[in-house]
T-cell receptor
Framework: AQTVTQSQPEMSVQEAETVTLSCTYD???????LFWYKQPPSRQMILVIR??????QNATENRFSVNFQKAAKSFSLKISDSQLGDTAMYFC?????????????FGKGTKLSVKP | ETGVTQSPTHLIKTRGQQVTLRCSSQ?????VSWYQQALGQGPQFIFQ???????GRGNFPPRFSGLQFPNYSSELNVNALELDDSALYLC??????????????FGPGTRLTVL
């Protein structure tokens, strides 16, 4: 079974600074994907960034980047130049290609507050 | 392009009742997944429908059931409601073609309160 663990229930950062959210996971699958989702107070879940496990290069999307350590089963999210609009719940998630193909396994989330 | 929509937005039921939640998938998508998000928790996978058939199920009892229609919209039905069923129910749609992962797009959710 896959599990995803986020050990930081809450974090805060000053506007324009950099913050890193942590995530560890466990899976017996060889072919899997990792994601960071953002859920603002309006609650619609939005994909921030994704990483294919077979790719060694860390994914980046503008101000968002990941540090994917496959051997350590670690997948952290770095947000650079934090903006007020980054305030949200952030969920780390994994999915494999087996079974229902896309059944997302989520962590419990990290509440990020960006302060002016 | 219309995104994923869900109805109703909020719902209040009493214990023992039955409820139906609805989801319209994004245009062109053929797969719908349902998740339950309890307060302060991450979403938990309930089940997925692909081409009108259940295609994977999480650790939820049979009183959670679903349907997918020819237009790929979907319903989640919950019978014999319990207090612990109070949660935000999220629907996500995607386009599945072959053995590659396709992004799931989430709807805004339905907040169910069971009294």
């Amino acid at each position: 079974a896959q599990t995803v663990t986020q050990s930081q229930p809450e974090m805060s950062v000053q506007e324009a600074e950099t913050v890193t959210l942590s995530c560890t996971y466990d899976t017996s699958e060889n072919n899997y994907y990792l994601f960071w989702y953002k859920q603002p107070p309006s609650r619609q879940m939005i994909l921030v960034i994704r990483q294919e496990a077979y790719k060694q290069q860390n994914a980046t999307e503008n101000r968002f980047s990941v540090n994917f350590q496959k051997a350590a089963k670690s997948f952290s999210l770095k947000i650079s130049d934090s903006q007020l609009g980054d305030t949200a719940m952030y969920f780390c998630a994994s999915a494999s290609l087996g079974g229902s193909q896309g059944n997302l396994i989520f962590g419990k989330g990290t509440k990020l507050s960006v302060k002016p | 392009e219309t995104g994923v929509t869900q109805s109703p937005t909020h719902l209040i039921k009493t214990r023992g009742q039955q409820v139906t939640l609805r989801c319209s998938s994004q245009s062109g998508h053929n797969t719908v997944s349902w998740y339950q998000q309890a307060l302060g928790q991450g979403p938990q996978f309930i089940f997925q429908y692909y081409r009108e058939e259940e295609n994977g199920r999480g650790n939820f009892p049979p009183r959670f059931s679903g349907l997918q229609f020819p237009n790929y919209s979907s319903e989640l039905n919950v019978n014999a409601l319990e207090l612990d069923d109070s949660a935000l129910y999220l629907c996500a749609s995607s386009f599945r073609l072959g053995p590659i992962y396709n992004e799931q797009f989430f709807g805004p959710g339905t907040r169910l309160t069971v009294l």
